[in-house]
């Protein structure tokens, strides 16, 4: 059994570590306010992008041979895994690393190959500890990530996509549900679908209506300036969604420790109370045997 000075120690070192996971709960929560503000404040520009795209591709008449949208066989897919820069955030990092190698080793057995992109220090470190040699990593961002990061990924991408050095590309990152919930989401960015590109019934009339539309320069050309702007912009999108998901966890996991730390103190101070008790018990019986033994 552990004395009481022993116990005490601990209970002071638990105390002091409650005091960082709590201050470290705080500011998340703090955070994660600011960052559903900016996913919030981003959606509106993000559906007025797709409905440009969408009302220029159809007084286009050839959109299928723009780049970016070029359909080809897949025999090399990079898959970019969206991670944290730190820890501390329950199992945030290891669910995007799990569902990147599984997809990756679902690749393989298509007999297709794979290139590694990582955003966030942990991924990266955790990918070259597993021997992948990683193409390029984005670090230093992902807590507050800015549009201008995205479109150094974006850029990147459109390189190797454009290069045929990558037939399809896969974004693996934690979609943002709730502060409990993270969903791992799977999605490819590019070739751009061409759904993105389709209407309904409804735009088409209204188009009618409208009139015909003088394009300068040709509907063609615009689109294909407006497709590395969408890439750029479900990028920005999904380092959002990545960045509350992870200030989510965050504040989640640090609430987690410091009530299993108060849980732990109460037992432990318990503990301690005992072995006090039994300390001046002992002290007792010693005194009392030693009065017995000068009265004999």
Known sequence: MASVQDLKRRIRSIRNTRKITKALQLVAGARLRRAQARIEA????????????????????????????????????????????????????????????????????EGKDVRWLVVGRKGESSLRFRRYEVEAAFTGFVDRPAYGDAQGVAHKLIELYSDERVDQVIVVYNRFVSPLVQQVTETTVLPISPAVLETGDDERKQDALRGDFIFEPEPEEILARLLPVYLETELYRALLESAASFLGAQMTAMSNASKNAGELVDRLTLAMNRARQAEITQEILEVVAGADALTA
Request: charged share 25%.
């Open 42 to 109: 981003m959606r509106p520009y993000a559906d007025r992008m797709a409905e440009l795209m969408a009302g220029v591709a159809r007084a286009s008449s050839s959109v299928r041979n723009l780049p970016l949208l070029q359909q080809r066989e897949v025999k090399t897919v990079a898959i970019v895994a969206v991670t944290g820069d730190r820890g501390l955030a329950g199992g945030f990092n290891a669910q995007v690393l799990r569902a990147s190698i599984a997809a990756e080793r679902r690749l393989r057995r």
